[in-house]
Nanobody, 120 residues
Framework: QVQLVESGGGSVQSGGSLRLSCTAS????????MGWFRQAPGKEREGIAS???????SYADSVKGRFTISQDNAKNTLYLQMNSLKPEDTSMYYC??????????????WGQGTQVTVSS
């Protein structure tokens, strides 16, 4: 079955950087659209970055210019490089995947999540 395992979360000061990783298994990597969502307590889920299965990349306005999504097909791994972090980036971050070409609002597969905490 499809499995997504995130790593790389942690605590950082405002202005710092973190890189999240997501290792995927259970399907032919690269054939699914993938992306990152986040959700903080009391807030709505937010899709922040995605890669379609044709390689097209999209970002939410809230992270554009600060976050970079990338992948290493040889390692079956999706990344999220997060720079210039702000306290409002504090959230649980989830790796997602979906067999559709373009990542939908509710992807079929989710990782367990990794916590990112940014202090001011």
């Amino acid at each position: 079955q499809v499995q997504l395992v995130e790593s790389g979360g942690g605590s950082v000061q405002s202005g710092g950087s973190l890189r999240l990783s997501c290792t995927a298994s259970g399907y032919t990597y690269g054939s699914y659209s993938m992306g990152w969502f986040r959700q903080a307590p009391g807030k709505e889920r937010e899709g922040i970055a995605s890669i379609d299965n044709d390689g097209s990349i999209s970002y939410a306005d809230s992270v554009k210019g600060r976050f970079t999504i990338s992948q290493d097909n040889a390692k079956n791994t999706l990344y999220l490089q997060m720079n210039s972090l702000k306290p409002e980036d504090t959230s649980m971050y989830y790796c997602t995947a979906d067999p559709r070409k373009k990542l939908p609002w509710l992807p079929a597969y989710w990782g367990q999540g990794t916590q990112v905490t940014v202090s001011s």
